[in-house]
Structure formats: structure tokens, C-alpha cells
């Protein structure tokens, strides 16, 4: 079986030298599929190079298809082509991303699916604090585009609405790495360079719905990195920002969506509730057979990136990945497995009646009328 996986994976590879622009974009896809499934790392190993050609190849002159699959797949082929090949990887594929991203010709489809998986790979894999704060700005003159007029007021048409979620994945992308550097260094970032915590509070006026969660989030995150003893806050304008995650909180506005004004309200609340009683929703989840903890708002950023990134992949590749590992927090070598004891029919029902009652009792508490009394 493993023989037949990892032939169909070569002819995959191959398949990524194709004329065809839609032959390469699916070539992509499958290996992607493949790498989500398995841990090929040593059938990888050797192809370090080759991959990451392909890949840079597709960002840099590929169509929108070819290049939407390639920034797909650049993290998970990162953490599978072994630890002694991953340097030059980055210093190959970075460039490539960051080019692609910043490409205003590629569609807004492209360049969001570019900006999530540099966030990540970055994340994972970059040591160079030099080459993190770059890429920082570079996000930074993405989701500029949502900043508000110079007169104050919401842009409300153009790009500003049309790149929300292009604008919204920056955002999510400079928060992401903006936990990397010690919490004086991001102080720092943040007091000298664009976007400061002014800027992020007028984005939670911004049009798209993308962007206001995002900057909510990237809030706070900027305050969770900055509010170490040996670090600066500002108070004064986390008084200002109190009133309009209030607002956000229980907006109730009819020209909204209905599932856009819930989904606001649940995120915002969460937000709302973390700088008034300094306390983040607790979030634990199953993988594999081990429990990742998300207790801050940097780790529940981090791990819904790594699993929007890698999908099925953070699954198999936990197990391998010393960079993955570390990324969940989880121990740095996996414990010995511990043969499984088959549970009978019955045990299974009531296994799996007690994980439902579970999700059904923490569905309810997230739901608009239960929150509403619960707060009262």
C-alpha cells in the first residue's frame, strides 16, 4: 500500500512539470491531498529542491489557479521534506509568497491564499527576526487599504470592500507574527512602525466583517504581547476602545446579515469579555491522541492558522514535526503509543452519546438568547 501511495506521489511530481496550467494547478492539489493523508518525509527528502522550483515557479508566473495551489501547499510541503532541507525551502519559497501577495494583476482569491500560508510558514520555520518584521510591513500595506479616510469616515466602496478577506488574512498574518518577537520588541514594533494600536482600533470601523474581527483579534493580541511588567500599555486608549467593542458586542443593526451580525456579536464578546476581566475563552482540542490547550489569543490565532493551513495534515504530521509540535505546544518527543483497548458495541454508543450531549451543551452556551441571560 505504502509502495503504490508513494508511486502515485512521484507521478504527481511529475505531473508538476505539465504545459498545462489547469495539468499543474490539479497536480498541486493531489500532492496536497496525498501530504495531508501521509508522512512522506523520506521520499520528500530528496526532492527538496525540485518541489521548491515548482512551487516558485507557480507563484511567480503561474495563473491564478496554479498559484492559489501552490501557496496552498508551500507549508505542508515545508514540514515534509525533512528538518535538513527546510532552510533553503523558506529562503526560496518566502520571496516567491511575498511577491504574489503584494501582485495587485492576481486575483484577490490568489493573493489571500498567499498571504495565510506565508503567515504560517513564517510562523513555523523563520528564525530571522529581520526577515518577520519585513514581512510584517509588508502586510501592513495590505490591510492599509481598510484604514479610514483622512477625514475620518468608512470607506465604503472600491477595494476597501472588495478585498476584505484579502485585507482581514494580512491583519490575521501580522498578528500571528507579531507573537513571535519578546514582548518588549513588539512593544517597540508597535510604538514605531505602522499599524500601532490606533490604527488597529479605527479598523474595527471598517466595512467588511473580515476586517473587524480580524482587528479585534489583531487587538487583542497586541495587547497580550504588550502587557508584560517590562512592557508599555496604553491605557488611555484601551479606555477608548472599551465603548465600541461594547457596541460591536451587541450590534443588532437589520442592513447586516443575520449570520453576520451573530458571528460578530459571539467573537466580539469573547473580545469585550478579555479586556474588561483579562479572561480568554478556554479552548482545548483533540490531536490525535494528544490535547492542544489554546489558553491565550495568540495560541487560538496560531492553531486555527496551522489548521486552515494544513488541514487534515496538522493531524498527521503532529506525530513528526518537531516545528509542529512546538508550534501546539505540545511535548517535544511524542509519548510511546499505548496499544489501543477495542471498546465493545455498547461502550462505542455510549462513547459516542456523551461526546454529543458535550458538543450540544457548548453549541448552546455561544447561542445569542443564552449568552444574553447568562450575562444578565
Not at 511575498?98 to 510558514?121: F, W
Not at 513588539?186 to 500601532?196: E, I, V
Not at 473580545?271 to 491565550?296: A, N
Not at 493551513?309 to 513528526?320: E, I, K, N, R, S
Request: with cysteine; glycine share 6%.
Amino acid at each position: 500500500m505504502q509502495e503504490k501511495l508513494e508511486e502515485k506521489v512521484m507521478e504527481v511530481i511529475d505531473a508538476l512539470s505539465a504545459r498545462s496550467n489547469a495539468a499543474r494547478a490539479a497536480a498541486f492539489t493531489s500532492l496536497r491531498s496525498a501530504l495531508q493523508r501521509r508522512n512522506l518525509t523520506t521520499l520528500l527528502s530528496n526532492q527538496r529542491a525540485t518541489l521548491a522550483d515548482h512551487v516558485t515557479k507557480a507563484l511567480r508566473r503561474g495563473k491564478d489557479g496554479e498559484r492559489r495551489a501552490a501557496a496552498a501547499i508551500a507549508p505542508l510541503l515545508a514540514l515534509q521534506i525533512g528538518e535538513e532541507g527546510t532552510e533553503e525551502y523558506v529562503r526560496e519559497v518566502r520571496p516567491a509568497l511575498v511577491a504574489a501577495a503584494t501582485d495587485k494583476s492576481a486575483s484577490i482569491e490568489a493573493r489571500t491564499e498567499c498571504c495565510s500560508s506565508l503567515a504560517v510558514l513564517c510562523y513555523l520555520l523563520e528564525e530571522d527576526l529581520t526577515e518577520i518584521i519585513e514581512v510584517m510591513r509588508m502586510y501592513e500595506t495590505i490591510f492599509s487599504g481598510s484604514y479610514l479616510k483622512g477625514d475620518g469616515s468608512v470607506k465604503v466602496s472600491g477595494a476597501a470592500v472588495e478585498a476584505g478577506a484579502l485585507h482581514a488574512a494580512a491583519l490575521d498574518g501580522w498578528a500571528l507574527l507579531l507573537t513571535l518577537p519578546p514582548a518588549a520588541h513588539a512593544a517597540a514594533l508597535l510604538a514605531a512602525q505602522p499599524p500601532g494600536l490606533a490604527r488597529l482600533r479605527d479598523l474595527l470601523e471598517a466595512h467588511s466583517l473580515e476586517v473587524r474581527m480580524a482587528a479585534g483579534g489583531a487587538l487583542a493580541i497586541a495587547h497580550e504581547c504588550t502587557s508584560e511588567p517590562d512592557a508599555s500599555g496604553d491605557d488611555a486608549l484601551i479606555a477608548d476602545l472599551l465603548p465600541r467593542l461594547q457596541e460591536l458586542a451587541r450590534d443588532s443593526h437589520k442592513y447586516r446579515a443575520k449570520r453576520d451580525r451573530k458571528l460578530q456579536r459571539a467573537t466580539f464578546r469573547d473580545i469585550l469579555k478579555y479586556f474588561e476581566e483579562d479572561e480568554v475563552p478556554s479552548l482545548t482540542i483533540r490531536v490525535g491522541s494528544e490535547s492542544v490547550s489554546c489558553p491565550s489569543w495568540g495560541s487560538r490565532l496560531a492553531y486555527g492558522a496551522l489548521a486552515a493551513a494544513l488541514g487534515a495534515g496538522l493531524q498527521t504530521l503532529a506525530p513528526h514535526s518537531a516545528a509542529l509540535r512546538a508550534a501546539l505546544g505540545l511535548a517535544d518527543v511524542l509519548p510511546l503509543d499505548v496499544p489501543a483497548v477495542k471498546l465493545n458495541k455498547l461502550q462505542r454508543h455510549l462513547q459516542n452519546n456523551a461526546a454529543c450531549k458535550a458538543r450540544t451543551v457548548a453549541r448552546n452556551k455561544n447561542r445569542d438568547k443564552r449568552s444574553a441571560a447568562l450575562a444578565i
